[in-house]
C-alpha cells in the first residue's frame, strides 16, 4: 500500500469509537485498523471539522478506482450496519472511508484480500455540518 492520505476525526466521534472498541471483540484485524486509523488522525472538535470530511453517519458518494464502481453509502457504527445504503466503519470499506476529506483517496484492502483505491466524490450529508451532534 502507498502513504496513507492524511484523514481528521472529530473528539465527539473518537470517544464514539472508543468505547465501541473496549465492547468488541470480534475480527482482531479490522479492530486493529480502526484503532490504527484513529491513532493517526487529527482530531478536531465536532463543531470545527470542515464540511468535507467523513465523519461518523456521513453520507458519502465516493468511487473505488480499480473497478469503476460507484456508491453512495453512510457510515454507520456496525449496530446500525446491514440495512440498504450503509456500511460499518468496521467493514474494510468504512474504515477506509473514514476522516478522509472529499478529493481525497486512499488504498486500501478490501474484503477477500482485493486491493481497492476509494476516492471521495461528495459528501452528500454530514452530521456536523447539520448541527446534528447527537448522531
Given at each position: 500500500?502507498s502513504?496513507?492520505p492524511?484523514?481528521?476525526?472529530?473528539?465527539?466521534?473518537?470517544?464514539?469509537?472508543?468505547e465501541?472498541?473496549?465492547?468488541?471483540?470480534?475480527?482482531?484485524?479490522?479492530?486493529?485498523?480502526?484503532?490504527?486509523?484513529?491513532?493517526?488522525?487529527?482530531?478536531?472538535?465536532?463543531?470545527?471539522?470542515?464540511a468535507d470530511?467523513v465523519?461518523?453517519n456521513?453520507?458519502?458518494?465516493?468511487?473505488?478506482?480499480?473497478?469503476?464502481?460507484?456508491?453512495?453509502l453512510?457510515?454507520?457504527?456496525?449496530?446500525?450496519?446491514?440495512?440498504?445504503g450503509?456500511?460499518?466503519?468496521?467493514?474494510?470499506?468504512?474504515?477506509?472511508?473514514?476522516?478522509?476529506?472529499?478529493g481525497?483517496?486512499i488504498d486500501?484492502?478490501?474484503?477477500?484480500?482485493?486491493?481497492?483505491?476509494?476516492?471521495?466524490?461528495?459528501?452528500?450529508?454530514?452530521?456536523?455540518?447539520?448541527?446534528?451532534?447527537?448522531?
Amino acid at each position: 500500500m502507498s502513504k496513507s492520505p492524511s484523514i481528521v476525526l472529530t473528539r465527539l466521534d473518537i470517544q464514539r469509537l472508543d468505547e465501541m472498541l473496549d465492547t468488541l471483540d470480534g475480527p482482531a484485524d479490522l479492530l486493529d485498523a480502526l484503532e490504527n486509523e484513529i491513532q493517526r488522525a487529527k482530531v478536531v472538535g465536532h463543531d470545527r471539522v470542515g464540511a468535507d470530511i467523513v465523519t461518523m453517519n456521513s453520507r458519502v458518494r465516493f468511487v473505488d478506482e480499480t473497478s469503476g464502481r460507484e456508491m453512495v453509502l453512510t457510515l454507520v457504527y456496525p449496530d446500525k450496519a446491514g440495512t440498504e445504503g450503509t456500511i460499518s466503519v468496521l467493514a474494510p470499506v468504512g474504515i477506509a472511508l473514514l476522516g478522509l476529506k472529499k478529493g481525497q483517496s486512499i488504498d486500501w484492502t478490501g474484503p477477500n484480500g482485493r486491493p481497492l483505491k476509494l476516492r471521495i466524490i461528495d459528501i452528500e450529508y454530514q452530521p456536523e455540518a447539520n448541527g446534528d451532534f447527537h448522531l
